[in-house]
């Protein structure tokens, strides 16, 4: 190994780090991915990662000079394959090997610009805001699991897309009062955090139900080696979505709900068994 391959290697290792840190149903869904796939979703997560970090937690009063420098950055260094940033440098080289479409990366970031300073969404930039900045990594992943293939990664696109979608609407839901009473903002359009209530929670499931329908179709179509990482988080949200459903909307307004420990190694455990089994 050369030092310019133990550089990406690194820079790498860091993207999994954050992965692994940041989200532990993730990564433990990555587990079940083959290489390089595996790799190739950890410079996602951690490319992904940083720059949310940067609009909803760090914050600084330069957010919007860091994130156009992020993006800048980001473009430079998948023109020459090449970054002083570890996460930028494996992310740049994952877009390489896949040819991600940079459309992609530019509607993620008016998504994360988004969020520094909208706090309530109407229908139309809803939907551009989960479009950037769920549904289009999730076709960066796609990038990833079809292998670059123009015409699988066509077919699985609405799939792809819906998947992404619903997982984040799940997120939305989980955390309304993390959202709204840290950072004032209520992504949900039409919907007022003090008023808000079980008629118009139902209303989000569904719409989230049917997200979830639609995405179902691809999983099990899905190349082996992706498969059932993908299965496994699918799994995890649907979890995530019947807890949600069964919820009233005050508790939903007071508390975040979460899979626990012991239920999350149930769900791996079977779907590893189903990997054994390729079924």
Do not use: W
Not at 50 to 65: G, K, Q, Y
Not at 155 to 166: D, F, H, V
Not at 201 to 217: C, H, L, P, W, Y
């Amino acid at each position: 190994m050369n030092n310019s391959e133990l550089y990406t290697k690194t820079s790498q290792q860091i993207n999994k780090l954050i992965t692994q840190q940041y989200s532990t149903s993730f990564s433990t869904a990555m587990r079940l991915l083959n290489e390089p796939d595996r790799t190739h979703l950890y410079n996602i997560y951690g490319f992904v990662r940083v720059a949310d970090e940067l609009v909803d937690t760090l914050r600084p009063s330069n957010a919007a000079i860091l994130l156009k420098d992020f993006e800048t950055h980001t473009f430079t260094a998948i023109r020459s394959q090449v970054s002083l940033n570890p996460v930028i440098h494996a992310f740049a080289k994952t877009v390489h090997t896949y040819n991600i479409p940079s459309q992609l990366i530019k509607a993620f970031f008016i998504s994360m610009s988004m969020d520094l300073s909208k706090k309530k969404y109407s229908a139309s930039q809803y939907q551009a805001y989960i479009y950037g900045s769920a549904e289009a990594v999730g076709l960066m992943c796609l990038c990833v699991f079809t292998e670059g293939k123009i015409s699988s990664y066509k077919k699985y696109t609405p799939a792809a897309q819906a998947l992404g979608s619903a997982f984040q609407k799940v997120n939305f839901l989980r955390d309304l009062q993390a959202d709204n009473l840290d950072l004032g903002r209520v992504y949900f359009p039409g919907v007022d955090f003090t008023h808000f209530n079980d008629e118009q929670k139902n209303t989000i499931t569904q719409d989230i139900s049917n997200d979830f329908k639609q995405a179902k179709v691809m999983i099990h179509q899905l190349p082996v080696a992706s498969r059932y990482g993908v299965l496994l988080a699918y799994m995890y949200y649907m979890v995530l979505l019947h807890k949600l459903i069964t919820t009233p909307a005050n508790r939903l307004k007071q508390e975040r709900i979460r899979v626990q420990s012991p239920h999350k190694l149930v769900l791996y455990i079977l779907v590893v068994i189903r990997k054994f089994l390729r079924i």
